[in-house]
């Protein structure tokens, strides 16, 4: 049987496991992304290709949660702060996004006592909720003009590295990130050498604040355009080094 005439049992089994009159519990993530695969096949005409952006939308466009870890078993918290509120002067404050963060992190914290970093919107927000000793604030830094370089979420998480003394010292981390952004930030975690994981059993934020200071974080469905933006863009740049290493 030719690859054109395997594509066309397989998508029609995948049919008929999507079909109104089967369950949706029978359609596996595999026969999902198989199904995917031939779809950009059709449309790419290559068959490497279409498998690895299958894999990649798999991955990075249909799921949104990271792998969970026990609360108990996490020997560090790291917070990544979302969005921010600006006054008419140009001053940041942290805004209501992360104080709903803040006091998730207070909430894990209370549960396991283990040492937190956090961006210093959420720091501020926690307040003297957490003990001075197991709270570290992650600060932006500032230009000769006094201006605010914005962190990226990786430059945080190198940050974080840093005033840790290494990946060692933060062992097991329990990441906290707005909802639809968490699944970045423990990537990007990873990413920075950390054994990242989200809080088993915690809610997180996801209540936008129309007024915050990024545009992009005041609406669920524009943060997920921007979100699948970056998670493409990381990808890219993966692929790039990838293959600056071949030659």
Known sequence: MNII?????????????ISPFASAEKLSDADLQAAIAVKLTEQLKDENVAAHT???????????????LPIDQADSIIAYAF?????????????P??????????????????????????AQEIGDRIDA???TAIYPKVGSDGT???????????????????????????????????LRTINTSKDAGIDAYAPE?????????????QPWTRDALIFV?????NRGTNERTRLIEQSNQKE
């Open 5 to 17: 005439a395997k594509s066309a049992v397989l998508v029609i089994s995948v049919l008929a496991l």
């Open 54 to 68: 299958a894999d990649f939308i798999m991955k990075n466009l249909l799921t949104w949660k990271g792998e969970p």
């Open 83 to 95: 969005g921010n509120r600006i006054a008419e002067n140009g001053n940041q404050s942290p805004g």
């Open 97 to 122: 996004m992360n104080t709903a963060l803040a006091d998730t992190v207070v909430e894990i914290y209370e549960k396991n006592g283990k040492p937190v970093y956090a961006q210093w919107e959420i």
């Open 133 to 135: 000793k197991d709270l």
């Open 148 to 182: 605010i370089i914005y962190l990226s979420t990786i430059g945080v998480a190198e940050e974080i590295v840093k005033l840790a003394g290494g990946t060692d010292k933060l062992g097991k981390a329990v990441v906290v990130g707005f909802y639809e952004h968490s």
């Open 201 to 213: 059993g915690v809610e997180l934020p996801n209540d936008y604040d129309k007024q915050s200071g």
């Open 225 to 229: 355009m921007h979100e699948i933006r």
